[in-house]
């Protein structure tokens, strides 16, 4: 399993003295994801109940075709956050020549990165370190079109309206006559999120507990996955998905010599997921400096792709 490096475990330590020193607890979600932590969340984007992905495969098929022709083969994929890397194949074609996989866990899209090539041996394929919650600078040597790629919703991840600054520097970072291909998860009855973050193999529990481990083994501290609980929950007037772990007794650790204390029953925040309309998301898109093209939805209307053009 590859290691995370010392100034990432650095970035952690740092982060979480910030954020535990504050009255509510979080964890920023970008956390999630070392080695380990993009394996089980691409183990949750298999589960039936997930339909993040599903939803968002079946929009990619149907547009792939419209999406190819307004392109042509003059263009550079720049993905944030790509993971897995598994969407992108629905849009690549022998024409385009470049893609750029953007994300935090540089050696897992390295190893994702090679399983590409395989399938498409002329694509140029250059898997850049990112932490794409600041703003990201390109080489300036990248050819054609930049078309951005920002799936599974994440833009609905960040915390104090922080997808403002996001979709901002995403402009900044594509540069002009650029495009971003965005996913966005639509509200809809509570139940369907009920059961997509609390699926019954608990990949989402797995996912969120993974963080204890990764404290464990990157801040020495000496935490049991058993003495917490993950709940997840719908919270209407924010118009999304919460999910924290619990505490299950008081606890006490230190990061970086300082103390902090989980008290029995605290909840620590560990992701939200912010939920659009059509209006809320296209409000958002147009007040960040971005024109709205083109939506599709899905079948059952749960979910959405936006093209947008800087
Ligand atoms: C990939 C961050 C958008 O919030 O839906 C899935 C992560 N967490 N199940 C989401 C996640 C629990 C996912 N994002």
């Known amino acids: 399993m590859p290691k995370t490096s010392i100034s990432e475990i650095k970035t952690f330590a740092r982060e979480l003295t910030i954020n535990f020193s504050k009255k509510k607890k979080i964890i920023p979600s970008k956390f999630h994801y070392d080695f380990l932590g993009s394996i089980y969340f691409d183990k949750i984007t298999k589960t039936k109940e997930y339909y993040v992905t599903n939803s968002e495969i079946e929009i990619l098929r149907k547009i792939s075709k419209q999406i190819n022709q307004l392109f042509g083969n003059k263009l550079t994929y720049v993905e944030f956050g790509s993971g897995a890397i598994d969407k992108i194949k629905i849009l690549l074609s022998s024409k385009v020549k470049f893609y750029i996989p953007l994300d935090i866990s540089l050696d897992f899209i390295k190893k994702e990165s090679k399983k590409l090539l395989k399938i498409f041996p002329k694509l140029k394929i ?38 403002i600054n ?36 608990n990949s989402a529990a797995k996912f969120n507990l993974n963080l204890i481990t990764r404290m464990n083994t990157e801040l020495n501290t000496n935490l049991a996955i058993k003495d917490f609980e993950y709940v997840s929950n719908y919270n209407n007037r924010k118009g999304a998905v919460e999910s924290f772990i619990q505490s299950k007794k008081k606890q006490t650790i230190f990061i970086n010599k300082k103390k ?16 659009f309309t059509i209006k809320s998301f296209s409000n958002l898109a147009n007040n960040t400096g ?15 792709i936006f093209l947008l053009q800087s």
């Open 126 to 163: 250059s898997p850049t370190y990112c932490d794409y919650t600041n703003y990201v600078k390109l080489s300036n040597k990248i050819p054609g079109i930049k078309v951005g790629f920002f799936l599974g919703s994440s833009i609905g991840n960040f915390y104090n309206n922080g997808e």
């Open 166 to 201: 996001f979709l901002k520097n995403a402009k900044k970072t594509l540069g002009k006559n650029s495009y971003l291909i965005i996913g966005v998860d639509l509200k809809k009855d509570k139940s369907i999120f009920k059961k997509a973050y609390n699926d019954p193999s």
């Open 260 to 275: 902090f204390i989980f008290q029995k029953g605290e909840y620590i925040q560990t992701e939200i997921s912010n939920k």
């Open 290 to 304: 971005w024109k709205v093209i083109k939506s599709w939805k899905d079948k059952r209307k749960y979910y959405s």
